[in-house]
Structure formats: C-alpha cells, structure tokens
C-alpha cells in the first residue's frame, strides 16, 4: 500500500489553523483520501497528557529547556504511536502544529535557538518530518484579534505572552520557510476562510496529483 502524506498547518495564534484544518479535511476527503486530523501538542494519550502539563498553570511552571524536552517528549509519543501508523496504513496525516510551532516558539521567540531545539527533535523523533508544511500568515495581531474576537481575553500559557514574543515566533516561521523552501510554504491568511482554503489547496498541488 502507498504511503499516506504528512501535512502540519502552522501558524501564530488565531490565524486560523483549526479553521482551515477541518476545511482541508473535507477537500481531501472529496478527493478520495483517507484521512486522520490531529494536533500537537498531543494526539496520542501520553502526549495529550502532557499538553495538559504544558498548557495549564502559572506562566513560570516550566523553564524554557524544561519546555522545549516535553514538547519534544509529546511529539515522540504523537509520532510513534499515531502518525507513523497511520502513514504505514495509507492515511493522509493533517496536523494542528507539529515541530516547526517548537522551533518557532521555543527555539526563535523563547532564546533557546533553533538548532537546539531540532537537535531535540533528531533524537525524540529520529527528525521526521512533515511531506509539506503550511504556515498560515497574517499581519502583527491580526490574528490575536482573532482569537479575542473567539475567547475573550483568556489565552493559554503561552498564548498570554507578550507582542513581542508573538513577533518573535512570526519571524521564526519566516526563516524555516527561508532554510526549507521545499516543505515550509507560507500562505496568506487574509480574507475570507474559503479564500484561504484555496491557497492551502495550491500549496498541496504537487502532493496531489
Ligand atoms: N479567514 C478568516 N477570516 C476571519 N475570521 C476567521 C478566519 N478564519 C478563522 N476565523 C476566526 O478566527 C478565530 C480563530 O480561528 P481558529 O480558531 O481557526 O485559529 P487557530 O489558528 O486555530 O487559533 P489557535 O492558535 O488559538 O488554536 C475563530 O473565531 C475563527 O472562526
Ligand atoms: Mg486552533
């Protein structure tokens, strides 16, 4: 049986992500393909339950490498036991955030650098990697206006962080777009979702035919 495609959509807060995700869900499913949505961090039970140690709390529960090793030990879980499986069975895998979000957030905003934390990735992960990666991009809070808009102003641990922080990780899709042109394609998150979608889809061309 062919191997499925591995797809994470990617992005800052708010951009749209699970918006798109569950559009790209449905186009994929009208063209035939078998498909498991999942997201990071999480999709696997032990990953899930670390999401809950990564996402509740005080803001200074964990410090930055702390943060970067569970992250890491989550998407080691969520690989081996839900991906990779699914992959090997012939599904396309579309993923809610997977490691371009650690390299962003961790690696560029947190300090940490981004080779440190792909070195973190190559061991937990052997550094699979996503067929394409989609990074949804909007304008500086434009897309936290969007999640406001949803939730009010209660953000998670580490959505709470400060603009600059956010300008940070933006910066950080950026350059893994710029190091890896082939799997990273940054799309245009403005406009209508239907919009969006069509850029998504354009994007996934060549993995399509
Ligand atoms: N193209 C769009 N134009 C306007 N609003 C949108 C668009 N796409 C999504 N939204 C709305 O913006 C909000 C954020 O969208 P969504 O939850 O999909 O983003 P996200 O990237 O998954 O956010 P988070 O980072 O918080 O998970 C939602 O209220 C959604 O309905
Ligand atoms: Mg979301």
Redesign the pocket.
Same mark, same amino acid.
């Given at each position: 049986m062919a191997r499925g495609r591995f797809i994470s959509l990617e &992005? &800052?807060? =708010?951009? &749209?992500? +699970?918006?798109?995700l569950a559009a790209l869900e449905e186009a994929l499913r009208r063209r035939g393909f078998d498909v498991l949505v999942t997201r990071e961090p999480g999709g696997s039970e032990g990953a899930e339950a670390i999401r809950r140690l990564l996402l509740e709390g005080e803001e200074g529960r964990w410090n930055a490498r702390a943060e970067a090793l569970l992250f890491a030990a989550a998407r080691s879980d969520h690989v081996a036991k839900t991906i990779k499986p699914a992959l090997a069975a012939g599904r396309w895998v579309l993923s #809610?955030r997977f490691l371009d979000s650690s390299l962003a957030y961790q690696g560029e905003a947190g300090g940490l650098g981004i080779e440190a934390v792909r070195d973190l990735h190559r061991f937990g992960s052997e550094d699979f990697l996503p067929d394409r990666t989609l990074v949804?991009s909007l304008d500086a809070g434009e =897309?936290r206006a $969007?999640?406001r808009? $949803? #939730?009010g102003d209660e953000g998670d641990r580490i &959505?709470g962080r400060p603009p600059s922080y956010h300008a940070a990780v933006e910066r950080g899709f950026r350059l893994m777009a710029d190091a890896e042109p082939e799997r990273v394609k940054l799309v245009d998150? +403005? =406009?209508?979702?239907e919009?969006?979608t069509a850029r998504l889809i354009a994007a996934l061309g060549d993995l399509l035919q």
């Open positions: &992005g &800052g807060e =708010g951009v &749209g992500k +699970s918006t798109q #809610d949804l =897309g $969007r999640a808009h $949803r #939730d &959505g998150a +403005s =406009g209508n979702a919009t969006v």
